[in-house]
């Protein structure tokens, strides 16, 4: 079953903007990750918030995890061209799999 | 260098015919894992293994095999059982710890049935 259900399905926005992404779950995890994925290629690992936090940051990635609501969300700022990808959530329920969301399709427009 | 190499990445079936594919790691990750994706959708679990000998079904194993002989192989049977087996099939891997970490995903294999 798909634990994770992201929003918006899709996003454009022009270069250097920032974009924001949501992510809800049903369960209570152990972690939740966020991963791209390139078109037709596989996915990668941008960063993993674990319960007990409830911010993160990688370069331009900031993740917020608020485990009440059950939801995180992804924000990308200073957008580029590079950035153009489909970006999932994905938790961990404590029982050794990850479960994928359906993901957001992000464009990056020059 | 470290990785997951998934073989073929284009592979065409006609129907009634089993095909399998390849999945090799050297990251000597304990846990492996089969994914399938369709158009515009998110991933769903075939099955997953977090050590040699030994594997459990995911949430739609019902037409797929897997064996785990060895720590860095996880191929994936589709037999002809699986009643619409045109996807994207990506293998992935990570170290086994008390959680589920960060997955290292191979590059994917697409499966055409004619």
């Known amino acids: 079953s798909q634990q994770g259900e992201e929003d918006p399905q899709a996003l454009s926005i022009q270069e250097g903007e920032n974009a924001t992404m949501n992510c809800s779950y049903k369960?209570?995890?152990?972690?939740l990750q966020w991963y791209r994925q390139n078109s037709g290629r596989g996915l990668v690992h941008l960063i993993l918030?674990?319960?007990?936090?409830r911010e993160k940051h990688s370069g331009r990635l900031r993740v917020t995890l608020d485990t009440s609501k059950k939801s995180s969300s992804l924000l990308i700022t200073a957008s580029r061209a590079a950035d153009t990808a489909s970006y999932f959530c994905?938790?961990?329920?404590?029982?050794?799999?990850?479960?994928f969301g359906a993901g957001t399709t992000v464009t990056v427009r020059a | 260098d470290g990785g997951i190499t998934q073989s073929p990445k284009y592979l065409f079936r006609k129907e009634g015919q089993n095909v399998t594919l390849s999945c090799e790691q050297n990251?000597?990750?304990?846990?492996m894992y089969w994914y399938r994706q369709d158009p515009g959708q998110g991933l769903r679990l075939i099955y997953y293994?977090?050590?040699?000998?030994?594997?459990q079904k995911g949430d739609i194993a019902e037409g797929y095999s897997v064996s785990r002989e060895k720590k860095e192989s996880f191929p994936l049977t589709v037999t002809s059982a699986q009643k619409n087996p045109t996807a994207f099939y990506l293998c992935?891997?990570?170290?086994?710890?008390?959680?589920?970490?960060?997955?290292?995903f191979g590059e994917g294999s697409r499966l055409t049935v004619l």
């Open positions: 992935a891997s990570s170290r086994l710890s008390g959680n589920t970490g960060e997955l290292f």
């Open positions: 369960t209570s995890i152990n972690n």
């Open positions: 918030i674990r319960s007990n936090e």
């Open positions: 994905a938790t961990d329920a404590g029982d050794y799999k990850l479960s």
């Open positions: 990251l000597n990750h304990d846990a």
């Open positions: 293994s977090q050590i040699v000998n030994d594997f």
